[in-house]
């Protein structure tokens, strides 16, 4: 079954230090989104890249597809303390109508 | 969170009692989402309405019961749940437009978490 598996599990870096994380997925798709998540709360929806993209940009964020690949990165530039969240790659397969596949996530935590 | 509020926020059940959630849309969304989110384990979506009727159910046990009287309302009905249940229950919705096929953004509530002791 197709699903976004995340890596690395968990990261630590210091402010200011750039994040990236990495996506890996099984089956085609139509899309794929990031979504954050601060301790215990509701997902918030990021960025989402097409397939037929290769990069895309909001702000600090920078996400890469490589469909070729079955893989997406998210980077985040000069990092702050409220960066700190769990990060979730999601795909959206051909025929799933919408149903978001969520990979176990990334766990950044970025030291002031 | 802004859009998608949940109700409580935080709820502790014994197995024999029946409880609801309740999820509320402000954002004029057509379709609906419960997810299920537990310590060490993706996020599993549990069931999916659109335009209010009920177009996935991702093999979830009938202990769960989901309930969406209109567009902008959701609720996931418990009743005799089991430990095993305890976990974050996220709601989520997003508009859908059917000739894109799907996969747009999904916009989540802040959850509730449930502990079934």
């Known amino acids: 079954s197709q699903q976004g598996e995340e890596d690395p599990q968990a990261l630590s870096i210091q402010e200011g230090e750039n994040a990236t994380m990495n996506c890996s997925y099984k089956t085609s798709i139509n899309n794929l989104q990031w979504y954050r998540q601060n301790s215990g709360r509701g997902l918030v929806h990021l960025i989402l890249i097409r397939s037929n993209e290769r990069e895309k940009h909001s702000g600090r964020l920078r996400v890469t597809l490589d469909t070729s690949k079955k893989s997406s990165s998210l980077l985040i530039t000069a990092s702050r303390a409220a960066d700190t969240a769990s990060y979730f790659c999601a795909t959206v397969g051909g025929t799933s109508y919408g149903k978001l596949t969520f990979g176990q996530g990334t766990i950044l935590t970025v030291h002031p | 969170e802004t859009g998608v509020t949940q109700t409580p926020r935080h709820l502790v059940m014994g197995m024999t009692n029946k409880k609801s959630l309740k999820c509320e849309q402000h954002l004029g969304h057509n379709a609906m989402y419960w997810y299920k989110q537990s310590a060490k384990k993706p996020l599993e979506l549990m069931f999916v309405?659109?335009?209010?009727?009920?177009?996935e159910n991702n093999s979830v046990p009938s202990r769960f019961s989901p309930e969406c009287p209109n567009s902008s309302h959701l609720f996931l009905h418990l009743h005799t749940l089991q430990p095993e249940d305890s976990a974050l229950y996220l709601c989520?919705?997003?508009?859908?437009?059917?000739?894109?096929?799907?996969?747009?953004?999904?916009?989540f509530g802040p959850g509730t978490r449930l502990l079934v002791l």
């Open positions: 989520a919705s997003s508009f859908r437009r059917w000739t894109s096929g799907g996969g747009e953004t999904q916009y």
């Open positions: 309405y659109n335009f209010k009727e009920q177009t």
